[in-house]
């Protein structure tokens, strides 16, 4: 329940990346040794992941912001399905328990309803490492053959440049037999947090961040101790919450290169940004229409189109958002329209046009992104906005309510 029309002052902290620290928990799969992860966020998502690691035998120990996991009592290949069904990061385990085990069994994966987000990827590149996968009744059974059951490196070319499909095969040749290049691989931030935690665990790896990734396997990998990145999308976040009520607020820490096409926008939109380090103090007066095409990284993110999108809504002129990435990711318009906003619909596109205010409403969160979309948009309208939906919210946003009300704002969970 979120009471509008109020600015925020002061500092947001933003919390370790979810979408990193999901796929850096899988590679504890990897190793036999103790594996320490600083800076994770305490999130349903992460808690998910943790229950996925120990039905497999790994052991997990969860302090104030770390996560420590032992894989030496590794034994399952196979993780339950009611486990998996809810957490779209849990197909991650399939490369290291395969690189690990010589053998994987995992249900097809659920997580958000935003779209289609196929594993061809994944499964042309485990093929062509060696192993040999077949997918029957919902679940992909995965074998490496032979004696000694390890993969082995191999080319792979990646149709489209899929950051989990990227992570899952960087894994699985860590410890395969000779060399393995990925080309078109993803250029998210979190697969170069990725090949930072192998590299700390001993693997091999080079050109993370760029279209080409190689790999040299290495016979075993060992434990590790290391930080996950600020979450980029929880920064970009708390920067539209304070353009949306135009505001004055520091946030941080960023790591600004993640944000680029973000900064760039939020520049366009009419906001002044001042950088200092690792933190952005952003100040926003009035807000003019920009246009918005989602992209792979470096582009535009997918995951900040539905918060934006709140922004423009109050912006003067007509913006132009294009969600390029899912193809269901604009179920957040017809709970804007309920606010007042004036969006028109075309295919994947969204013709926004600025009102002077939004009005509080009762609305709903289709999805993660959405339902933060909903509470900022709930900041600037006038009178309350109640938003369903939170089990959505806080699988990828830590206190959010509890970091808003710090600064200013007033929001209270029923």
Same mark, same amino acid.
């Given at each position: 329940?979120?009471?509008?029309?109020?600015?925020?002052?002061?500092?947001?902290?933003?919390?370790?990346?979810?979408?990193?620290?999901?796929?850096?928990?899988?590679?504890?799969?990897?190793?036999?040794?103790?594996?320490?992860?600083?800076?994770?966020?305490?999130?349903?998502?992460?808690?998910?992941?943790?229950?996925?690691?120990?039905?497999?035998?790994?052991?997990?120990?969860?302090?104030?912001?770390?996560?420590?996991?032992?894989?030496?009592?590794?034994?399952?290949?196979?993780?339950?399905?009611?486990?998996?069904?809810?957490?779209?990061?849990?197909?991650?385990?399939?490369?290291?328990?395969?690189?690990?085990?010589?053998?994987?069994?995992?249900?097809?994966?659920?997580?958000?309803?935003?779209?289609?987000?196929?594993?061809?990827?994944?499964?042309?590149?485990?093929?062509?490492?060696?192993?040999? +996968?077949?997918?029957? $009744? &919902?679940?992909?059974? /995965? =074998?490496? *053959?032979? @004696?000694?059951?390890?993969? #082995?490196?191999?080319?792979?070319?990646?149709?489209?440049?899929?950051?989990?499909?990227?992570?899952?095969?960087?894994?699985?040749?860590?410890?395969?037999?000779?060399?393995?290049?990925?080309?078109?691989?993803?250029?998210?931030?979190?697969?170069?947090?990725?090949?930072?935690?192998?590299?700390?665990?001993?693997?091999?790896?080079?050109?993370?961040?760029?279209?080409?990734?190689?790999?040299?396997? +290495?016979?075993?990998? $060992? &434990?590790?101790?290391? /930080? =996950?990145? *600020?979450? @980029?999308?929880?920064?970009? #976040?708390?920067?539209?919450?304070?353009?949306?009520?135009?505001?004055?607020?520091?946030?941080?820490?960023?790591?600004?290169?993640?944000?680029?096409?973000?900064?760039?926008?939020?520049?366009?939109?009419?906001?002044?940004?001042?950088?200092?380090?690792?933190?952005?103090?952003?100040?926003?007066?009035?807000?003019?229409?920009?246009?918005?095409?989602?992209?792979?990284?470096?582009?535009?993110?997918?995951?900040?189109?539905?918060?934006?999108?709140?922004?423009?809504?109050?912006?003067?002129?007509?913006?132009?958002? #294009?969600?390029?990435?899912?193809?269901?990711?604009?179920?957040?318009?017809?709970?804007?329209?309920?606010?007042?906003?004036?969006?028109?619909?075309?295919?994947?596109?969204?013709?926004?046009?600025?009102?002077?205010?939004?009005?509080?409403?009762?609305?709903?969160?289709?999805?993660?992104?959405?339902?933060?979309?909903?509470?900022?948009?709930?900041?600037?309208?006038?009178?309350?906005?109640?938003?369903?939906?939170?089990?959505?919210?806080?699988?990828?946003?830590?206190?959010?309510?509890?970091?808003?009300?710090?600064?200013?704002?007033?929001?209270?969970?029923?």
């Amino acid at each position: 329940e979120i009471a509008g029309g109020r600015r925020l002052a002061g500092e947001l902290r933003v919390s370790g990346a979810k979408n990193s620290a999901l796929v850096l928990m899988a590679a504890s799969l990897l190793t036999e040794d103790p594996l320490r992860l600083r800076n994770v966020p305490p999130l349903t998502d992460i808690q998910g992941m943790a229950e996925i690691l120990t039905s497999l035998g790994v052991s997990v120990r969860r302090g104030s912001d770390s996560l420590e996991m032992n894989g030496s009592g590794l034994s399952h290949s196979a993780p339950p399905y009611e486990l998996v069904n809810s957490l779209r990061a849990s197909f991650f385990c399939i490369g290291p328990l395969l690189a690990r085990l010589g053998i994987a069994r995992v249900p097809l994966p659920g997580g958000c309803q935003i779209g289609t987000r196929p594993v061809v990827e994944h499964v042309k590149g485990l093929k062509a490492l060696g192993a040999q +996968v077949t997918i029957e $009744h &919902g679940v992909v059974s /995965a =074998v490496v *053959p032979g @004696r000694g059951h390890r993969l #082995t490196g191999g080319r792979i070319h990646l149709d489209c440049p899929s950051v989990g499909a990227t992570e899952t095969l960087m894994m699985a040749a860590a410890l395969a037999d000779g060399e393995t290049v990925i080309e078109n691989a993803a250029l998210e931030p979190e697969v170069v947090d990725l090949a930072g935690l192998l590299l700390a665990m001993g693997a091999k790896v080079r050109g993370a961040g760029t279209p080409t990734i190689t790999i040299v396997g +290495v016979q075993r990998l $060992h &434990g590790a101790d290391y /930080a =996950v990145i *600020p979450d @980029r999308i929880e920064a970009g #976040t708390f920067l539209l919450a304070a353009a949306i009520t135009r505001s004055c607020l520091t946030v941080a820490p960023v790591i600004t290169e993640h944000l680029g096409a973000v900064l760039t926008k939020l520049e366009e939109a009419g906001c002044k940004l001042e950088i200092d380090g690792t933190s952005v103090t952003i100040s926003a007066d009035q807000i003019s229409a920009v246009d918005l095409r989602t992209q792979p990284f470096p582009g535009f993110p997918t995951d900040l189109q539905a918060p934006f999108m709140s922004l423009l809504a109050t912006a003067s002129g007509t913006s132009v958002v #294009t969600e390029n990435i899912f193809e269901n990711r604009l179920q957040h318009v017809a709970e804007l329209q309920r606010m007042g906003a004036a969006i028109r619909m075309q295919g994947n596109t969204a013709f926004v046009e600025g009102v002077s205010r939004l009005s509080g409403a009762p609305v709903q969160g289709s999805d993660l992104r959405a339902s933060a979309a909903m509470v900022l948009a709930g900041l600037a309208a006038d009178g309350i906005t109640t938003v369903q939906g939170l089990e959505f919210l806080d699988r990828g946003y830590a206190d959010f309510e509890g970091k808003l009300n710090a600064v200013g704002a007033s929001i209270r969970r029923v």
